[in-house]
Each structure stands twice: as structure tokens, then as C-alpha cells.
């Protein structure tokens, strides 16, 4: 798949992108791995979010984004289209008070909450730290990190035994580029944390898990890379390509269904042949 250069204005928007990503909308196929699951999804409008195929599986969303409604309508559209009930819930994820509004609203909405995917992530080149706005910093770290502490911490209180969290983590946790410095930095935190979480939670037998996606064509890519470095994106990588969101979907399924009883602590890599300490 070769990528062209392009750009656009973040937060970005699926049908501007060149080649369309694939999440999975012709080709997934579920087998009721996750059915009557209740799951509450963050950037669940495009990308990694619209593809991890929950609804296919057999459960229920609330899926929270900041303000792309046309993507979050597509995502809920193919929810419905399954007979899955679809929520959406827009806002920002940096105000510690909508990240306990999205755990009230699935309790409420759903009945419970048997699944998080903390998987909003917001990231911006920079070439150097001085070149960092203060603001930006703090942005980064309250969307990709401080964002899943409030909604982990409003949402255990809710789930029962056999339970899952998920956090979105990154190759670059373990190998950081220079350019993205804050979205590293945010990166390592939930890898971090998941691991004191998978410990913590174990007695009360919630389990916590975390993927490390490698590059991935997604919106956020073009929104936050200069164009040069959005040609040929994931070229440099052993498979030689950027995946494509529907690869990601099995191991988010994986993680949150049943049978990964066993599985908690975990720092799962979907990186296209690049291995992760």
C-alpha cells in the first residue's frame, strides 16, 4: 500500500484520507466471542476505535469522541447495522468530569460496563522540545494519560469479575522518535500503568491488558504529521507497510473476551515484524 503525501486539519476526517483506511467493514467476521458485553470504547469514531469489531462480536458500545460526528455516525451506523446498540457520546476527554459522565452514561445506558478501551490518543510533531507550546504538553498528557486514570478510577467501581481494561499504547513506549516526544512520553505512562493495574485489580478479578500498535493508517496520521512524513508511512517498517486498523481488531476482541481469562498484564504488539522489549 503506498501512501501519498498529504495533510489535513486535526482532528482529522476518514473520508479525506488517500488510500481509505480498512476497518474491517466487508471483511470481519464474528463468532459471538464478546456477546451481551457491555463495553465503553474512547476514539471510537475512526481508526483503531471503529475497527476493534466488538459490535460483530456480540456486544454493546458507548463509543466517545471529541467533535468528528460525521465518523462517529459512519461507526455507528455499522454497530446498528449488526443489531448492536451504539451510543455516542462527544467531548473531551482532558476534563476529569466527562470521563465520569462517559462511565455514568454506560452504566446507565448499557447496564453496566464489562469492558474499557482507553484508546483516544492525540499527538503532534514537533521537532524539538523547545519547539513544544506548554499548552500542547499538557494536552497530550491529560488526553492520552491522565484521560484513563479518571476513567478507570470511575469505572472499577462498576465492573464485576472477569472484567477488562484496555489501554492503547505505542511502539514508540519502546522506541521513541524524536519528533513526538509528549506522545511518547504518554505512551510509556499507560504501559506503565496497566502493569500496576493488572496487579492491583487481579483480586477483584479485573483484568488489564494493553496493545502496542506499530504504524497505523489512520486519521490522526495525516492531522498530525507533515506531509513528507505521511509519504510512504509504515514503508520503513519490516513488512514494508503501514497496517491498517482491521488488523488491530483480533487482538482488541482477544483481550476483552472470556477465554483470556489468564491474560492480564500484558503489553500485546501489533507492529508489522518490529519486536518491543
Same mark, same amino acid.
Given at each position: ?14 473520508? *479525506? ?22 463495553? &465503553? ?14 459490535? =460483530? ?26 443489531? =448492536?446498540?451504539?451510543?455516542l457520546v462527544p467531548g473531551d476527554l482532558t476534563d476529569p468530569e466527562h470521563c465520569r459522565e462517559l462511565v455514568r =452514561?454506560?452504566?446507565? $445506558? ?22 513544544? #507550546?506548554? $499548552? ?8 492520552? &494519560? ?14 464485576? #469479575? ?41 483480586? =477483584? ?9 506499530? #504504524?497505523?493508517?489512520?486519521? &490522526?496520521?495525516? *492531522? ?20 491498517? #486498523?482491521? $488488523? ?30
Amino acid at each position: 500500500m503506498q501512501i501519498p503525501a498529504q495533510t489535513q486539519p486535526w482532528p482529522g476526517a476518514t473520508a *479525506a484520507m488517500d488510500p481509505q483506511p480498512d476497518h474491517g467493514e466487508q471483511s470481519y467476521r464474528g463468532s459471538g466471542r464478546l456477546e451481551g458485553k457491555r463495553v &465503553l470504547l474512547t476514539g471510537g469514531d475512526s481508526g483503531i476505535g471503529r475497527a476493534v469489531a466488538y459490535a =460483530r462480536e456480540g456486544a454493546d458500545l458507548v463509543i466517545s469522541y471529541y467533535d468528528e460526528h460525521d465518523d462517529a455516525e459512519q461507526t455507528a451506523r455499522w454497530v446498528r447495522e449488526v443489531g =448492536r446498540k451504539a451510543v455516542l457520546v462527544p467531548g473531551d476527554l482532558t476534563d476529569p468530569e466527562h470521563c465520569r459522565e462517559l462511565v455514568r =452514561r454506560t452504566v446507565e $445506558e448499557l447496564g453496566g460496563i464489562d469492558v474499557l478501551v482507553s484508546n483516544a490518543a492525540f499527538q503532534m510533531v514537533r521537532e524539538q522540545i523547545t519547539d513544544i #507550546p506548554d $499548552e500542547e504538553w499538557d494536552f497530550t498528557l491529560a488526553t492520552n &494519560l491522565s484521560a484513563m486514570f479518571h476513567l478507570v478510577k470511575a469505572a472499577v467501581p462498576h465492573m464485576q #469479575p472477569g472484567s477488562s481494561i484496555i489501554g492503547s499504547t505505542s511502539v514508540n513506549s519502546d522506541m521513541p522518535p524524536q519528533q513526538l516526544l509528549a506522545y511518547n512520553a504518554t505512551k510509556a505512562g499507560i504501559a506503565n500503568m496497566i502493569g500496576s493495574l493488572s496487579q492491583s485489580l487481579a483480586p =477483584r478479578g479485573i483484568r488489564a491488558n494493553s496493545v502496542a500498535p506499530g #504504524p497505523i493508517w489512520t486519521p &490522526l496520521i495525516p *492531522a498530525t504529521m507533515p506531509e513528507e512524513m505521511v509519504e510512504d508511512f509504515g514503508g520503513d517498517y519490516p513488512v514494508g507497510r503501514a497496517g491498517q #486498523p482491521a $488488523e488491530l481488531a483480533p487482538t482488541y476482541v482477544m483481550l476483552a473476551a472470556d477465554e483470556s481469562s489468564y491474560v492480564s498484564g500484558a503489553r500485546v504488539a501489533v507492529t508489522g515484524g518490529q519486536p518491543i522489549l
